[in-house]
């Protein structure tokens, strides 16, 4: 269970991943070790994952993002299961969400232009068996971006 100060110190690790206990312990207004104690029992308890770092896909030469919706043609168990391994297999496809409603998935795509998205939806994804319809937008601006999740101590 969460409290206050846990609270504080997941939003804080949330914004800066770096920051040292003795960073923390200022933030929360503990020892650097009461704080570092706090992390490490936050990470083995599962709340913290991991760390990353965040990188710019513009940076790297991957200038086209996109999210592509994909319909699949059949549900059978072993169909499903070899398009989520060819899923995984593409390093441009960055995560997938499987969804309720109209599309099956939902995927989140980088790539170095247009035409590497082209090839990607009609060289990769409409020739598998699986697929029956793909929808794909590309992202135009970024207003708001893995934003912090919001932690409320209970």
Known sequence: ML???DSRLLTALQKNAHLTAQELGEILHLSASQAGR???RLESEGY???YRANLDPAKLGLKVEAFI???TATHDPATATAFMNHLRAQE???AVWTLTGEADYLLR???ADLPALNDLV???LLPHPAVSRVHSQIVM???KTDAPLPVASV
Do not use: G
């Open 3 to 5: 409290d206050s100060l």
């Open 38 to 40: 706090r992390r490490q």
């Open 48 to 50: 913290i994952k991991d």
């Open 69 to 71: 919706q994909i319909t």
């Open 92 to 94: 441009n496809i960055t």
């Open 109 to 111: 795509v980088f790539c």
């Open 122 to 124: 009609h060289k990769v």
């Open 141 to 143: 601006d970024k207003i």
